[in-house]
């Protein structure tokens, strides 16, 4: 199975829960897709753990809505710590598959494509909203459309 890392971002939940009319699991992906679940030993969530508490809990908003295709994001400003921070997960031993150019951080907001526009306008009264970034979760996918968290790091506070 699958894992992903990733900053969860609560604040964010009810406004996105609200204006798509569904469920809602507000986040930046940090890394997908990461290891497969079976390759996730106590060395690699100790070396996750050791790299996400060099990294400072930081405070970001969510600034704008950008349309992507049929998709809508949020962008988060500044953009910059959630590079670093991902950066920092994929320095040193074990080296991880995560090649880092540049990444475009942002919370992916889901809603049907005929949607898109009158999402993207229901939001953009409501921005910026601001957040803070605590932790970072590495989870597994749950084979039946879904995540679950694996293990949870919490940032320096």
């Not at 986040?27 to 400072?56: C, I, K, M, N, Y």
């Amino acid at each position: 199975m699958r894992t992903t890392l990733l900053v969860p971002v609560p604040e964010a939940r009810a406004l996105l829960d609200r204006v798509t009319g569904a469920p809602s699991d507000p986040h930046v992906t940090l890394a997908f897709p990461f290891l497969e679940a079976e390759a996730v030993t106590d060395g690699v969530l100790a070396a996750l753990g050791g790299r996400v508490a060099s990294v400072s809990a930081f405070a970001f908003s969510l600034s704008t809505t950008v349309r992507f295709g049929e998709v809508v994001f949020l962008s988060p400003d500044p953009a910059e710590p959630f590079r670093g921070l991902v950066r920092a997960l994929g320095s040193g031993e074990p080296p991880y598959d995560m090649p880092v150019t540049d990444i475009w951080p942002h919370v992916t907001v889901v809603a049907p494509a005929a949607e898109v526009e009158r999402v993207r306008a229901d939001l953009e009264p409501a921005l910026p909203m601001a957040c803070r970034a605590r932790e970072v979760q590495l989870r597994v996918d749950n084979g039946i459309g879904g995540w679950r968290v694996m293990a949870a790091f919490d940032l320096q506070p």
